[in-house]
């Protein structure tokens, strides 16, 4: 069981950027694959960045692709986030995911990952 805690989100104009923060207690003795999605209203959660459980790979949705970094600290308890040129269509509630069992083929399905936060609203203006 790990519990996960987002921070960091908030308002941005068009072109600025924000930091999320994603805490992971608990079980954190065992390997997790970690990820962020983000979700918009009437939207399915959609897949924005994650790393497997296995190593230090970044796997990224072309839409925050060279805009966005995901990065974690050495404990692999602290994940992050950093968004540069955020757009209005960046505008969602991001999540924080965790999973110690997940195949590469599932990484972008919302619904493979057993772990969630509670969420962070990023607001982009334009």
Known sequence: QVELAESGGGWVQAGGSLRLTCTATGSTSR??????FRQTPGKDREFVAAFR???????YAD???????ISRDSAKTTMFLQMNSLKPE??????????ST???S???????WDYWGQ???VTVSS
């Open 90 to 99: 960046d505008t969602a509630v991001y999540f924080c995911a965790a999973d």
């Open 119 to 121: 969420g962070t609203q």
């Open 106 to 112: 599932s990484l972008t399905n919302a619904g493979a």
């Open 102 to 104: 997940l195949i590469l």
């Open 63 to 69: 839409s925050v692709k060279g805009r966005f970094t």
């Open 31 to 36: 390997r997790y694959a970690m990820g962020w």
């Open 53 to 59: 459980q296995s190593g230090s790979m970044e796997y």
